[in-house]
């Protein structure tokens, strides 16, 4: 299947950010692209006095991207929203997959939530404001099996694990990672997700500037079960494809069999 990342820089016009959306998945689906990823909050990434309300997923979101899904007739990973939380100060940060009918196909709530406190530096709790996920999810999506995760969850191996002990053969990341993490980070993480769990990874994220004082690191990409990065973005809003082969990886999971191999389980 030939999937596509699409990197996007969203700012606080939704109208705006939605726009570009869809003109980087027509980008997509004339690329050949049978699947394609858009970032962690692709609608909006701006002051949090403008944000939208918050949407059921069948709101004005999953109703945007059910009929690009449709028209395009293509699967679409819309990145993440804010989905109505469960209560009134907390929000879910959801990810939706939609079929080429454009019906819903799975639901994703970002389970792992960035809080940090490091005195006299930066002081940041997201779960003030989000709600965590609980439920792991592995989307079927013609003949992969892909599990779901967003942005921060990278952090966190055994997520990915199970999502591989589940079924998994593509992990897809979207994200609105950091610059000055993501230099350092981003390529290394994915690349070690894609390796200890011998799945393609296929992460599309953020680029550039957005108020206030977030710089995101961009370099989508997606990276092979060996751990070799097909395709990666440059440093602009577009669209990046490559194709995976499920052979490749049924080879490389043969070859090198360390998940049949392995003696720990998680408890």
């Known amino acids: ?3 596509a990342v699409c990197q996007l820089n969203a700012r606080d016009d939704r109208a705006e950010n939605l726009r570009v959306a869809r003109d980087l998945l027509d980008r997509a689906a004339a690329a050949g692209a049978e ?7 692709v609608d909006y990434l701006g002051p949090a006095r403008g944000a939208p309300k918050p949407e059921p997923v069948d709101g004005e979101f999953g109703g945007f991207f059910a009929d690009a899904a449709r028209e395009l007739e293509m699967w679409i990973h819309a990145g993440s929203f804010h989905e109505v939380g469960p209560d009134p100060e907390r929000t879910y940060n ?5 079929g080429p009918d454009g019906a819903l196909a799975s639901v994703y ?6 809080d940090v406190e490091i005195p006299g530096r930066v002081s940041y709790h997201e779960s003030r404001t989000v709600a965590p996920g609980t439920e792991t999810v592995v989307a079927a999506v013609e003949d992969l099996r892909v599990g779901l995760s967003i942005c921060y969850d990278l952090r966190f191996p055994e997520l990915y694990r199970r999502l591989a002990t589940s079924g998994a053969n593509v992990l897809v990341v979207p994200a609105a990672f950091m610059a000055h993490t993501g230099r350092d980070h981003w390529e290394v993480l994915l690349r070690a997700r894609a390796i200890e ?3 393609y990874v296929v992460a599309a994220g953020q680029i550039g500037d957005h108020d206030p004082g977030r710089t995101c690191y ?3 990409m997606i990276v092979d079960p060996w751990g070799t990065v097909l395709a990666q ?3 602009v809003v577009g669209v990046t494809v490559a194709d995976l082969d499920l052979d490749r990886l049924a080879t490389v999971r043969a070859e090198l069999p360390s998940l049949a191999n392995r003696r720990l389980t998680s408890s």
């Open 1 to 3: 299947m030939r999937v």
């Open 35 to 41: 699947l394609a990823v858009l970032p962690e909050y």
């Open 94 to 98: 959801t990810s939706l997959v939609f």
């Open 109 to 114: 709530r970002k389970i792992h939530l960035y």
């Open 197 to 199: 769990n011998q799945c």
């Open 218 to 220: 961009g370099r989508s």
């Open 233 to 235: 973005a440059p440093d």
